[in-house]
């Protein structure tokens, strides 16, 4: 019988050969997928169908071999700038609602990024996760085709925007994230590419589809949320939200004024004027730093009409309600 000294060093040399393994296949796969413009750095890498960049990709194969869920886990799946930042603040703060007061909250000296994990950019196996209290919260960009199985059993909410504010959000935030090296992406190459579905984590349509057809099979598992919904009615989303966390408003909270106070707390217009919003950087990874501040720009709908052209509004709003054509789902504004 083995001892448990040369158990786990059996499991830690079996670790080790799975990470070689992953490594190699990594190594194999730069050279042989298909290779597209990055919009941060240099090449995008088509991988199961969604546009990776190398290190985005790598984690995605660590992701499936060594990610364990919890029953109790939730994400928050969304595609870069559809309001990943404005949901972080909004789920933490209605699952810890009774840790913090509105006067002094976690969220005015912490930025929304902190709150909960971004899991795209840990660094496996060394962050396993399972130091955080239960229900664990993490944030994914990666499209619901790619992710390990064992995270489709948990419940996920995705936030999805229309698609000429995501064009024009991202390239704004993307183009400060540049490599120094490049030449700069001009919008017009930006558009094109993501007319062509070429860009981080992309085609978006693709990505909002793979969740779309997933809360259609599994509504109570997947909660389907807009930006522009939210920005409308955030009291009426955000009830639903919390309900669909498994912490809905009692009476006496609404009565309270509770919910006022957490979309007052999560609004643009208080967030980004917090000093700890205002500066510093967020750390990604080894390599991507955020200065804090990029993450809150206008937080409005509508701003593409002061970036794109009519021609470039109805080719973007063609392509989108063609591939979400029979989907049930619109995306575009009709303003
Ligand atoms: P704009 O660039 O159009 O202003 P993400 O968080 O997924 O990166 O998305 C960023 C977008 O959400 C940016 O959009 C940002 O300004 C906006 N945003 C950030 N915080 C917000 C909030 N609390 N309410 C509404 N929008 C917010």
Not at 206 to 233: C, G, N, T
Request: hydrophobic content about 35%; some cysteine; charged content about 25%.
């Amino acid at each position: 019988m083995l001892s448990s000294q040369s158990l786990s060093i059996t499991n830690e040399s079996k670790q080790d050969s799975e990470y070689n393994k992953i490594c190699e296949d990594y190594k194999h796969m730069l050279k042989t997928l298909p290779k597209g413009n990055g919009w941060r750095v240099q090449h995008l890498y088509n991988y199961n169908g969604f546009w990776l960049d190398s290190d985005t990709l790598k984690t995605n194969m660590i992701l499936n071999t060594y990610f364990k869920t919890q029953p109790t886990d939730i994400f928050l799946a969304s595609f870069m700038k559809t309001g990943t930042t404005w949901l972080k603040a909004l789920m933490f703060s209605i699952i810890n609602r009774h840790r913090y007061t509105f006067s002094d909250h976690y969220l005015h000296h912490h930025g929304p990024q902190s709150t909960f994990p971004l899991i795209d950019s840990e660094i496996y196996p060394v962050n396993d996760f399972t130091h955080i209290n239960a229900p664990r919260l993490f944030a994914t960009h990666y499209a619901r085709d790619i992710l390990p199985l064992c995270m489709t059993s948990c419940k996920f909410v995705y936030i999805c925007r229309d698609p000429k504010d995501v064009l024009t959000s991202k390239w704004i935030f993307m183009s400060k994230l540049r490599s120094k090296d490049l030449t700069p992406l001009l919008l017009g190459e930006a558009f094109e590419l993501f007319c062509q579905g070429v860009s981080e984590y992309g085609p978006y349509w693709e990505h909002v589809l793979s969740y779309w057809r997933a809360s259609l099979e599994s509504p109570d598992k997947i909660l389907f949320m807009k930006y522009e919904d939210m920005k409308k009615q955030p009291k009426v989303e955000l009830k639903k939200l919390a309900a669909f966390l498994g912490n809905p408003f009692t009476l006496e909270e609404v009565e309270k004024g509770v919910v006022e106070e957490i979309v007052r707390l999560c609004s643009f217009e208080n967030l980004s004027k917090l000093e700890v919003n205002k500066k510093g950087v967020e750390r990604f990874g080894k390599l991507v730093e955020v200065e804090k501040r990029d993450f809150f720009r206008k937080g409005e709908i509508g701003d593409w009409r002061n970036y794109l052209s009519k021609e470039m509004k109805d080719r973007i709003d063609g392509i989108f309600d063609e591939k979400l054509k029979g989907s049930g789902l619109v995306l575009t504004s009709r303003d």
